[in-house]
């Protein structure tokens, strides 16, 4: 389980949806409370942001967030929740993205060597 909002428009956000997402973002932790991100685009660059308490996201986004966005709380299945390159976002700089999901539960080095891929993080997905 985790859980996503976003938002993906030009135009800014009102107050009074800004006060909307602020809900979805607490109430969507339930469904994941180890770790907590948002991306969102600030000054044409894409800013990416990652927490390990709900409050401090929320606070983030309150201050931070006048546009678009994508949202995501994580329930770790595998991978360190610990290490926040395994947390979504995820991110090359230029794109985000935030999915709800498991590919598979094998470790890193177990996919790697399966696929004979190289993987960037320890991410569930």
């Known amino acids: ?6 938002i993906l428009s030009n135009k800014k956000i009102l107050d009074c949806e800004k006060e909307y997402f602020k809900k979805i973002i607490e109430e969507s932790s339930v469904r994941g409370l180890h770790s ?3 991306s969102h685009v600030k ?9 390990y308490e ?6 983030y986004f309150e201050k931070n967030v006048d546009g678009a966005f994508i949202y995501h709380n994580r329930y770790s299945t595998s ?3 610990k290490n926040e390159n395994n947390n979504q976002p995820l ?19 177990q996919m ?5 891929i190289e993987l960037k993080n320890d991410n569930d997905g």
């Not at 709900?54 to 606070?59: G, K, P, V, W």
């Not at 790697?112 to 004979?116: P, T, V």
């Open 1 to 6: 389980m985790c859980g996503i909002a976003t």
């Open 36 to 38: 907590f991100g948002i």
């Open 43 to 51: 000054n044409n660059e894409l800013v990416t942001k990652k927490f």
């Open 54 to 59: 709900i409050l401090e996201c929320i606070n």
């Open 79 to 81: 991978g360190d929740w």
């Open 91 to 109: 991110t090359d700089g230029k794109n985000a993205i935030v999915f709800n999901g498991v590919i598979s539960m094998k470790t890193k080095e």
């Open 112 to 116: 790697e060597a399966e696929y004979s």
